[in-house]
Structure formats: structure tokens, C-alpha cells
């Protein structure tokens, strides 16, 4: 099982960001694609997680209306869209996947490397 997350970057607030998670090595139709979002000092938190039937589950409050998430299964990929950006969403993201979605990152046995985030004028 791999998961390679990818498109962060530096970015001002209110901007845009796009953030790939591309998938290999498993069924990925079957799985659940969660993202998480760790910032220095900080535990390691649940932003959102799509399911595999492509339900969507919200795990902090302070993203929606804001980042939306989708899964193409013919590509493997989840992408992550982030709009309105604000310096608090500075964290380095992870996907990971499990066949469910969890708010706890500990029930997830697969993750990606990780992609740095930041928010600055």
C-alpha cells in the first residue's frame, strides 16, 4: 500500500490550494481516503475523510464551507480543495485510508508522506 500526498506550497490568505492524494498497491475503490493535518506543537488532527462511497464526513469545523474533498477511482486519487485559506490551516497534511472513515488518525494503518501547508502574507 502506498499513498503519496502532493500540491502543497506557500500561499496567502484567502488563496487556493489543491492537495493530491494518489494511491497504489490496494483496491482503492473499497477504502476510505482520510486527510489529516498536523502543525508544529499540535497533535495530529482529522480535517475531513471521504468513504468509499463517496460520503463525506467533516472532523473540524473550521474548514467547512472552506475545503471540499473527491475521489476519481479510475485515477486512484483523492484530491483536497482548499479555498479561503487562513495562517491557521499551516500544517503539514496527510492522507491515509482505511476501509472506514476516523476521526482518530491511530485507526488508520496506511498514510502518505505528508505535504507542508503554509499560510503567510
Known amino acids: 500500500v502506498q499513498l503519496q500526498a502532493s500540491g502543497g506550497g506557500l500561499v496567502q490568505p484567502g488563496g487556493s490550494l489543491t492537495l493530491s492524494c494518489a494511491a497504489s498497491g490496494f483496491t482503492f475503490d473499497y477504502y476510505a481516503i482520510g486527510w489529516f493535518r498536523q502543525a508544529p506543537g499540535k497533535e495530529r488532527e482529522g480535517v475531513l475523510c471521504i468513504s468509499s462511497s463517496d460520503d463525506i464526513t467533516y472532523y473540524t469545523d473550521s474548514v467547512k464551507g472552506r475545503f471540499t474533498i473527491s475521489r476519481d477511482n479510475a485515477k486512484n486519487t483523492v484530491n483536497l480543495q482548499m479555498n479561503n485559506l487562513k495562517p491557521e490551516d499551516t500544517a503539514v497534511y496527510f492522507c491515509?485510508?482505511?476501509?472506514?472513515?476516523?476521526?482518530?488518525?491511530?485507526?488508520?494503518?496506511?498514510w502518505g508522506q505528508g505535504t507542508q501547508v503554509t499560510v503567510s502574507s
Open positions: 491515509a485510508t482505511d476501509r472506514a472513515c476516523y476521526r482518530n488518525h491511530v485507526y488508520y494503518d496506511y
